[in-house]
């Protein structure tokens, strides 16, 4: 951190990037990054190469994030992103003009001049929080409201196994400066379209459950999609849901949209490491949350794909825990 806080001292019009596919976290830690380097009297400018999802609609400075730009920076910091195609097509600015990246992700590949990565943070807003306090940012409700969303999204609101003594700290202090957290809240729990409901419908009644109901997964279609009024947006979520399930331990949604683009979402509640399953097939993510996306192909011919290598995997991390299991009673006795 202090080797990209010294180097924000020597650019002056800097290109905040955020990953494709964003989320909360992504949206939190683009926009509370702007408008820190504003504070400090940056010429700064925010984008992310996709839509924002509707959920963050209402928050404020969101029509700031843009999709293209003919602004010319001096630096560009990227947030959130493992790699330089998850920022789409800014990641040809990278060749050209110094860069830095700040993320949380165990995957990142260092694609910065300078790189701060820690997997320790559950979310990367809990280390734009501290970037933006070590360059003397003043916090006001909007500032602090922007940069909770990250904490709260990226933990499941508090509930996630990535939730530690940390997270609460920030978090605490963010309200303290004016976070509104049930703004947050209302905003991204309890907005959804009826259509979602149905296109969840939809996802139960094609749910499948393997392994004596330890792995659940399901599939929405790309005609499935128009046939609800939905896009990729409204089943963010979803994968979530399946797994709160009794008993599941790994969930898997996979997305066709558009067609013949599918991304496969994966989840895990315990010990099941989703992000080795994800790395294996090209995608990344976290220990209990992980995704990977698949271009031009069919969803009838990615689900056995998927499936068979999540089974093996299944398979071995049975038996290592079972192995773990042994050792812990060998050594309790």
């Given at each position: 951190m202090r080797e990209i806080v010294d180097a924000i001292s020597w650019y002056n019009r800097i290109l905040v990037v955020g990953h494709i596919m964003p989320d909360g976290d992504c949206v939190s830690s683009v926009l509370s990054l702007t408008l820190g380097l504003?504070?400090?009297?940056?010429?700064?400018?925010?984008v992310i190469d996709y839509k924002i999802p509707y959920v963050f609609e209402n928050f404020p400075h969101i029509e700031r994030i843009e999709q293209s730009?003919?602004?010319?920076?001096?630096?560009?910091?990227?947030?959130d992103a493992s790699s330089p195609d998850r920022i789409g097509k800014f990641q040809s600015l990278l060749k050209e003009i110094p860069s830095a990246v700040i993320d949380h992700h165990s995957t990142n590949v260092f694609f910065g001049r300078w790189n701060w990565v820690d997997p320790t943070f559950a979310a990367t807003a809990q280390m734009i929080f501290r970037l933006n306090k070590e360059l003397g940012v003043e916090y006001d409700s909007v500032l602090a409201t922007l940069n909770y969303l990250g904490i709260a999204t990226d933990t499941g609101f508090f509930r996630h196994s990535n939730t530690d003594a940390r997270v609460f700290e920030d978090a605490y202090e963010l309200v303290k400066m004016g976070a509104d957290a049930h703004f947050v809240a209302k905003e991204i729990?309890?907005?959804?379209?009826?259509?979602?409901?149905?296109?969840?419908?939809?996802?139960?009644e094609r749910l499948q459950l393997l392994e004596n109901g330890k792995i659940a997964y399901s599939y929405i279609d790309y005609d499935t999609y128009l046939r609800h009024n939905c896009t990729d947006e409204d089943s963010s979520g979803f994968v979530g849901e399946l797994r709160s399930i009794k008993g599941v331990e790994v969930a898997v949604l996979f997305m066709e949209f558009p067609r013949g683009k599918i991304h496969v979402s994966m989840r895990s509640k315990d010990w099941f490491n989703v992000n080795e399953v994800a790395f294996e097939l090209g995608g990344g993510g976290h220990p209990r949350a992980a995704g990977v996306t698949f271009e031009e192909e069919k969803i009838e011919n990615i689900i056995p794909k998927v499936v068979d290598l999540l089974l093996k995997r299944f398979e071995e991390g049975v038996n290592r825990e079972g192995e773990r299991t042994a050792q812990r009673d060998v050594l309790g006795g």
């Open positions: 504003e504070k400090i009297g940056k010429e700064a400018k925010a730009t003919d602004f010319e920076p001096d630096f560009v910091m990227v947030v729990l309890e907005n959804k379209r009826f259509e979602q409901f149905k296109l969840f419908a939809e996802v139960l």
